[in-house]
């Protein structure tokens, strides 16, 4: 019979090992539904138009009719259904495209630069030393 392994040194600390790699895009799953995929529409020559849910990989192969089951082509039918999307979800597509193509750049400076105005420096009516405005604690040697 084999040595049975040896205990651990340490016992695991909290979440270690049982992290799941999909954890930082959970909240994906939540907006979409467990398995999200796109709505294609297709055109039957016989039946006419129907939507499908297919994965983004088959988007470009035909799909059997549901009525009649004949091979039908995808058809461009409806415009996409931003409409009925969360808005807090639209606004994160926007936002992402917008920071894709065009990053928000800001023409001044911000709050605290000391490039455009002169430091203001407080002095003593004696002139022995002379400090920030901003920190007057702040004893220099």
């Known amino acids: ?24 895009f959970a909240f994906l799953k ?11 529409d297709y055109a ?9 849910m297919r994965p983004m990989a088959e988007f470009r192969d035909p799909h059997a009719c549901p009525d009649c089951g004949g091979t039908s ?3 461009f039918l409806t415009a996409p259904r931003i409409a009925g999307m969360d808005a807090g979800l639209r606004t994160a597509h926007a936002t992402n495209e917008r ?21 203001k420096v407080t002095t003593a009516p004696a002139a022995a030393k002379s400090f920030p405005k901003a920190r007057p604690w702040m004893i220099s040697h």
């Open 99 to 119: 920071s894709r193509h065009a990053p928000k750049r800001s023409g001044s400076h911000g709050s605290g630069c000391g490039c455009c105005s002169p430091k």
């Open 73 to 75: 082509q995808r058809a």
């Open 1 to 24: 019979m084999p040595p049975a392994p040896p205990p651990p040194l340490a016992p695991p600390r909290k979440g270690e090992g049982t992290r799941d790699p999909s954890a930082p």
């Open 44 to 52: 039957c020559e016989a039946c006419g138009p129907f939507t499908v």
């Open 30 to 40: 939540t907006l979409l539904g467990a398995h999200p995929m796109p709505v294609y």
